[in-house]
């Protein structure tokens, strides 16, 4: 039931930030990170992204959730605890493709890369 209640959180919160993103750099909302606090672009896509990530975490956390609820309900210890790892682990994960997807398009600085086309 963990998961449910996570994913439910994190669903609600990725829909938020997707719909009304936070438009400044602060410290009080959004996706708040060193590389996503460089300028305003690398801070838009990342609030951008992040509430993409945001809403895959939460379906996928609310869908494992429910499965163990049900498939485990005669350990409820044990399928919180798993539940807990999960809701964990989907949280870094997260968080690591949000920032590698960042380093895609950006420098260390916060430039934009500048993309080739390796056609011409």
Not at 26 to 34: A, Q
Not at 41 to 64: F, R, Y
Not at 84 to 89: A, F, N, Q, R, V
Request: net charge positive; proline share 2%.
């Amino acid at each position: 039931m963990i998961c449910v209640l996570v994913g439910a959180i994190f669903l609600i919160f990725g829909v938020v930030l997707s719909k009304f993103p936070a438009n400044d750099i602060n410290g009080t909302l959004g996706y708040k990170t060193p590389m996503s606090s460089k300028n305003q672009e690398t801070w838009d896509e990342a609030q951008k992204q992040s509430g993409k990530s945001m809403i895959i975490l939460g379906l996928v956390s609310i869908v494992l959730g429910s499965i163990l609820w049900f498939a485990m309900k005669e350990n409820i210890t044990f399928s919180m605890h798993i539940q807990m790892l999960i809701c964990s682990g989907g949280i870094v994960t997260m968080i690591i493709c949000d920032e590698i997807h960042l380093r895609k398009i950006f420098n260390k600085d916060g430039s934009r890369k500048i993309n080739i086309d390796k056609n011409v």
